[in-house]
């Protein structure tokens, strides 16, 4: 029983000193009077959690107030470089942001979430809130149902169980069955749409990059306003793009 409570108390704390970090991130920067108040916890308990950190260099302080430290950025940098086929992912990126002049991006899934893995701003691509590393929904954007279409039913379905189906704007598919009939077909044609499902005004197409042994990795994905996604331009010719792009990966990483 000891060992167990002891074991909880730990968790707890990992899990405390975690919120504190973010908020400090969501902040811009904090102090232990402003994170008290935030987390309800007492002033000398943050203090606890911020002396710890800061002393392990996870964070840094400008007078009274708490940043992140750029201790992280090497975890961040490490979880990027851990596969070796990521660094041929992040130049096809690039490739694409260049040929398309919009936003490109290679989104992978963690905890049921996506996140931007990578990510290439072309010079006539729309700046939105989606810089690397932040995580979305799955089902409401082009990377995110190409990588539910290739998950294993009983996958989808738990991260249907935890997350939901989220309304972000009025196109965002919320309905269980819709959005399965959706990822069917998403995996016959080899590619997915997103038509202002995540942001109004923005539409992307995105394909899955799918490995014999490993299934899927994650998805490439290019978006833009939705007066230049449009047309044939939109509808096959980014498609047609995309799909010639994923399998050059594809071959490539089968026979490095």
């Known amino acids: 029983m000891e060992s167990n409570s002891s074991d909880n108390r730990s968790v707890k704390s990992v899990h405390r000193a975690m919120e504190i970090v973010e908020q400090i991130r969501e902040t811009g920067g904090a102090t ?14 943050v203090h606890g959690y911020l002396s710890t950190m800061y002393d392990e260099g996870y964070l840094t302080k400008d007078g009274s107030v708490y940043h992140v430290g750029t ?74 149902k190409s990588i539910l279409a290739h998950f294993p039913q009983e996958k989808v ?22 959005l399965l009939s959706e990822l069917e077909d998403i995996r016959d044609r080899g590619y997915a749409f997103n038509h202002g499902e995540n942001i109004e005004g923005l539409h992307a197409v995105g394909a899955p990059l799918v490995l014999e042994e490993q299934g899927v990795i994650g998805a ?26 994923i399998n050059e990966l594809e071959l490539n990483i089968a026979y490095q």
């Open 32 to 45: 232990v009077t402003e994170l008290a108040e935030e987390s309800e916890l007492a002033k000398s308990t």
């Open 220 to 245: 490439l994905s290019i978006s833009g306003p939705t007066h230049r996604m449009k047309g044939e331009w939109f509808n096959q010719e980014l498609p047609d793009l995309l799909l010639g792009i």
């Open 157 to 178: 379905e738990t991260i249907i169980e935890e997350w939901g189906l989220p309304v972000l704007t009025k196109n965002t598919i919320s309905d269980r069955e819709a």
């Open 71 to 144: 201790k992280f950025l090497r975890l961040g940098e490490h979880s990027r470089t851990r596969r070796q086929e990521y660094s041929m992912i992040a130049e096809k990126v690039s490739d694409l942001a260049e040929r398309t002049d919009e936003r490109a991006q290679f989104v992978i899934e963690e905890h049921g979430q996506g996140v931007f893995l990578y990510r290439k701003t072309g010079e006539h691509a729309v700046e939105t809130n989606s810089g690397t590393g932040k995580r979305m929904y799955l089902h409401s954007t082009s990377a995110g």
